[in-house]
């Protein structure tokens, strides 16, 4: 139970970022660890599932709901009768909410004014990339605002201008520029987890642009990125597994050895 806590799950669903990454990681843990765990953590994979159902309405993004709509398919293969009737009925009223939410906020796009677009475009300047994306959902006004291409240029220079080099023109579509870079650095499934050992909190931990959530654990570690782990060595660690010999020497060194160890905490702590 206490390796499953340690994992936090249940708390990223309030976070805009997190929660398309901790639905696909409960939908990890439902396919490959529920069945083999004990009654008590099985009840919290249960509870954590019904908050990302209930909270998505609040997360309101089309990575979010798609998240979700992956996170229904494994509660439809796995959770037994019962609870998985009750699950379903908590993602339709989520659907319902989001519905309800879309429509009030087109009726508002409509009737409250903008800012001028040079406004807008200053203030966004300011955002980092998740904010900025984020914000392109807002309305319509602020959609044109965040397709401004010296907010893309920021962002590009700031996130890969160090690692990608790309020949200077004029006409240069830094927001189509900026997604391609990002596809690219985040194709690894490590990546695409959204987790990552932190040495100094000596656990796993949601990350941000690669480092520990945690003020303290960047301030002390230099604001050095976080050694990346997979989804597969997450539900590893729940299931308290071992790396087998035949994952890649990465994987083995972006989970430290000491790490492993924790995952042997007997259930009832």
């Given at each position: 139970?206490?390796?499953?806590?340690?994992?936090?799950?249940?708390?990223?669903?309030?976070?805009?970022?997190?929660?398309?990454?901790?639905?696909?990681?409960?939908?990890?843990?439902?396919?490959?660890?529920?069945?083999?765990?004990?009654?008590n953590v099985k009840a919290l994979i249960f509870q954590d599932t019904l908050s990302a159902f209930r909270l998505l309405p609040d997360i309101n993004t089309s990575a979010a709901v798609s998240a979700a709509n992956l996170l229904l398919k494994s509660v439809e293969a796995v959770l037994p009768k019962q609870k998985k009737n009750l699950a379903i009925v908590e993602f339709k009223q989520a659907k319902v909410s989001l519905k309800r939410r879309s429509k009030n906020r087109e009726e508002e796009d409509i009737d409250i004014p903008s800012l001028p677009q040079d406004i807008l475009i200053?203030?966004?300047?300011?955002?980092?990339?998740?904010?900025?994306?984020?914000?392109?959902?807002?309305?319509?006004?602020?959609?044109?605002?965040?397709?401004?291409?010296?907010?893309?240029?920021?962002?590009?220079?700031?996130?890969?201008?160090?690692?990608?080099?790309?020949r200077m023109?004029?006409?240069?579509?830094?927001?189509?520029?900026?997604?391609?870079?990002?596809?690219?650095?985040?194709?690894?499934?490590?990546?695409?987890?959204?987790?990552?050992?932190?040495?100094?909190?000596?656990?796993?931990?949601?990350?941000?642009?690669?480092?520990?959530l945690n003020k303290q654990c960047r301030l002390k570690s230099g604001n050095k990125?976080?050694?990346?782990?997979?989804?597969?060595?997450?539900?590893?660690?729940?299931?308290?597994?071992?790396?087998?010999?035949?994952?890649s020497e990465s994987d083995d060194e972006a989970f430290p050895g000491r790490l492993w160890k924790l995952s042997y905490v007997p259930d009832y702590l």
């Amino acid at each position: 139970m206490k390796r499953y806590q340690n994992l936090k799950v249940g708390e990223a669903f309030s976070k805009n970022r997190i929660y398309p990454f901790a639905c696909n990681e409960l939908s990890s843990i439902l396919n490959l660890a529920y069945s083999l765990s004990p009654k008590n953590v099985k009840a919290l994979i249960f509870q954590d599932t019904l908050s990302a159902f209930r909270l998505l309405p609040d997360i309101n993004t089309s990575a979010a709901v798609s998240a979700a709509n992956l996170l229904l398919k494994s509660v439809e293969a796995v959770l037994p009768k019962q609870k998985k009737n009750l699950a379903i009925v908590e993602f339709k009223q989520a659907k319902v909410s989001l519905k309800r939410r879309s429509k009030n906020r087109e009726e508002e796009d409509i009737d409250i004014p903008s800012l001028p677009q040079d406004i807008l475009i200053h203030i966004f300047s300011f955002l980092e990339i998740s904010s900025l994306v984020s914000s392109a959902q807002v309305s319509r006004s602020w959609n044109q605002a965040t397709h401004e291409n010296s907010l893309w240029q920021s962002q590009f220079d700031l996130h890969f201008n160090h690692k990608v080099l790309i020949r200077m023109q004029s006409d240069i579509d830094w927001r189509e520029a900026f997604k391609k870079a990002y596809i690219a650095a985040n194709s690894s499934e490590a990546l695409r987890s959204g987790r990552g050992y932190c040495s100094y909190c000596d656990s796993i931990v949601w990350h941000e642009n690669l480092r520990c959530l945690n003020k303290q654990c960047r301030l002390k570690s230099g604001n050095k990125p976080l050694d990346l782990i997979t989804t597969h060595q997450v539900v590893n660690y729940l299931l308290g597994i071992e790396s087998s010999d035949d994952e890649s020497e990465s994987d083995d060194e972006a989970f430290p050895g000491r790490l492993w160890k924790l995952s042997y905490v007997p259930d009832y702590l």
